[in-house]
């Protein structure tokens, strides 16, 4: 890898910044791998295609496959040794996107999306294409199959593009997951069912695979634990990605580590956004895991799906407790748990083993959301359902653009007895190891230490004798209902016996003066059949003699909204709403009631509140002793100044 970085000192120093240095190095280390590789049946692949074409053959690719024996072709019939020869740098450009044309289509997408033609006029004009061509056939950088295996030349190709990365922090935390944060991931997903696995072959999908380092290091992971039992693992790997060059880039790596049937599978590029197309809409998976975009607007995708009210994708709309339009969409301005919702979306459910997912999100996603809204829904959604099994802490700084806090959801829709109707809270936020130096904002690393505390503490569950890290709680326990409380309009003058139309309201809000002292103003008297129900806003009142039941107009200016949890204890009422009203309302505003109509439930996680440690008061002796130390030291600034004055 140092021999390539210095191909880019030695030729770009002079023509690009060296955070654009990827835009040239990264394309030119793939081509230079793929020419390698092809250069053995070069010959036989431009005779194919001269063939193909003879026979008017139009779909080539498989035979070109077949041809080059790879997942991948080149029939331009030039190498880049061919293109070496070249002296005159038109001629040399000229040759050289001939030979870029003759790339298969799945190549083509990876220079395309790395938009690397864009790169040839400066290069041309500086005369450095030649220069960068020969340094990339130096007998010291051999990427020659002889030179370097597959797994070697991606281990070299991963290596690139983390060093490109973190020499640009802020881009890199949009693109790149730290590898200790992945590894973690993938761990919590796998371990705790590595003996239950069995051979076959299994799918994995990331639907905002960055440059795929989750879905490679999830491979290896799976294979790591389950090889030594002598268990016969394959998997296939899908995703998907909005962003050009960290697409090209993902397809990239796989192709040079020999998996190109496995690069067809993944999609990505700007038209290629995952809430609003879906490119694997209908299939499922057996493990998914996927670190979304945090705090990012998702308005344009909201568009193109006809609007916040008019989404219909049975991703997003779903039937839950007894709603056939459940919405799980939203606030337009953070899109991450839609990015999840999308992946609960592709879980398995006819099959014994199911489907497991490791997502990592930002706080955020743990508490916003008013009960109703979208990013509250899907919290209700995953928890009634029963799919969480955990939520990890993790500690601060650990990305490369950012401080603030993460935490890796981890769910399963296959969970054990031990944690039915549970949910798992553990705290690794201690849990970290610091770094030499800082990597932008990352300032510590999950070491395989850290890791092993983290899988210990998920594995014992409620059996973790460390509850300051580890807490194990009902699912019910997140959850609440948001009751409004209204209270009657007030107005001087208003009579206590007649029913007010909403003109006549209106006109009273308008004109009217609030008075505590003044009857509540009646809007609606009920059929004779009702029955009183204070509680919830329904009234006795004598209208023309008679004995109705009526109902007040609220004073919005009073509403007020309270929230009851659901666990809340009943005691002698008929549920626990009442009993908080009972207890908490009703003695401060004896005339309030609860509007049903309006009542919602949300659930929330504040791993705040379930692991505060509050910091031990100050003893006695240490306030006085620093008191003694300000008098003295003021005391000593008198004295200076009095000494200056005299």
Known sequence: MSLIWSIADDVLRDLYVRGKYRDVILPFTVLRRLDSVLEPTRDAVKAMKATLDDAGIANQDGPLRQAAKQDFYNYSGFTLKDLRSISNATRLRLNFEAYLDGFSPNVQEIIDNFEFRNQLPRLTKADALGALIEKFLSPDLDLSPRGI?????????????????????????????????????TRLMFEPIADQIPSGTYRLYDGAMGTGGMLT?????????????????????????INAETYAIAKADLILKGEGAEADNIVGGPEYSTLSNDAFSGQEFDFMLSNPPYGKSWKTDQDRLGGAKKIIDPRFVVVHAGDPEYSLVTRSNDGQLMFLANLISKMKHGTARGSRIASVHNGSSLFTGDAGQGESNIRRWIIENDWLEAIVALPLKMFYNTGIATYVWVLSNRKEERRRGKVQL????????????????KGVEVSAADADRVLEAFAAFDDYADTDHSKVFDGVDFGYRKITVERPLRLAGTDANRVYTAKEIKQLKEDGVRDETAPPVIRKALPYSAKPDPLHGRYEAIIDGRTRVVEFEPDTELRDTEQVPLTEPVGEYADGVEAFFRREVAPYAPDAWIDNSKTKIGYEISFTRHFYKPVPMRSLAEIQADIRALEAETDNLIAEIAGDLA
């Open 426 to 441: 553990i705290d690794a936020t201690e849990w970290a190891t610091p770094l030499r130096k800082n990597l932008g904002e």
């Open 217 to 241: 290091v999830a491979e290896e992971t799976l294979k790591q634990l389950t090889e030594p039992s002598g268990k016969k693992i394959s998997t296939h790997l899908y995703g998907q990605e």
């Open 149 to 185: 295996d597959n797994h070697g030349m991606g281990t070299v190709f991963e290596e690139l593009v983390r060093k490109f990365n973190e020499d640009n922090n802020e881009e890199a935390g949009e693109h790149w997951t730290p590898r200790d944060a992945v590894r973690l991931m």
